[in-house]
């Protein structure tokens, strides 16, 4: 596999609100991207606009993912939002999709994780907080093996195969001078 690049969103285009619509609205993605409540909040799609984009770029530093030059995934983080587990001044909430499924499985979750947390670094900010779906596996043994900790357990969090799920939060502090290594 060649190695992902990533580049900031800085202007929203029609061809990066498609593939955001695309993943937003993608079976296989929705129960890992955002809570649910009941079974119909499954079925509901989205479509990103280049307003909403733009909206969204207010409070999020956004990135891309590339890999062998196709858009297939992107990253963010927002400071100090008001749903930490834990609010603490200069925390980086993030978020991440790999939305094409040829990109899935293949280590750039990983690879993405740690660029987005060198631009955190480099922001200044010393704490990394996140929010995984109890069910989410792999997500969770990517962040552990990237020095994540859990932090808390937000019980029927979200609904997904007939029940509901906790929301596991999970944090990464920096200290001292340099970012540490996983």
């Known amino acids: 596999m060649s190695s992902p690049t990533f580049e900031r969103l800085t202007l929203p285009t029609r061809e990066v609100a498609e593939a955001f619509s695309r993943w937003e609205s993608d079976p296989a993605l929705i129960p890992l991207m955002r809570p649910n409540r009941c079974e119909a909040d499954l079925t509901q799609r989205s479509v990103v606009t280049l307003e909403e984009l733009s909206a969204r770029m207010r409070d999020h530093a956004m990135f891309l993912i590339f890999l062998e030059g196709r858009l297939v995934g992107e990253m963010n983080y927002m400071v100090d939002p008001d749903h930490l587990f ?49 069910f989410n596996a792999p997500a969770i043994h990517t962040y552990r093996k990237l020095g994540y900790t859990e932090i808390g357990r937000i019980p029927d969090f979200t609904y997904w195969q007939g029940r509901m799920w906790e929301d596991i939060r999970m944090e990464k502090r920096f200290t001292g001078s340099a970012k540490p290594l996983p």
């Not at 925390?91 to 987005?116: H, K, P, S």
């Not at 947390?117 to 922001?123: G, K, P, R, S, V």
């Open 86 to 134: 834990h609010a603490e001044p200069g925390t980086a909430w993030v978020g991440i999709t790999v939305g094409e499924a040829l990109a899935r499985g293949r280590g750039l979750g990983t690879q993405a994780m740690r660029y987005l947390e060198d631009q955190i670094w480099a922001a200044g900010l010393t704490r990394i907080e996140l929010g995984v779906f109890s």
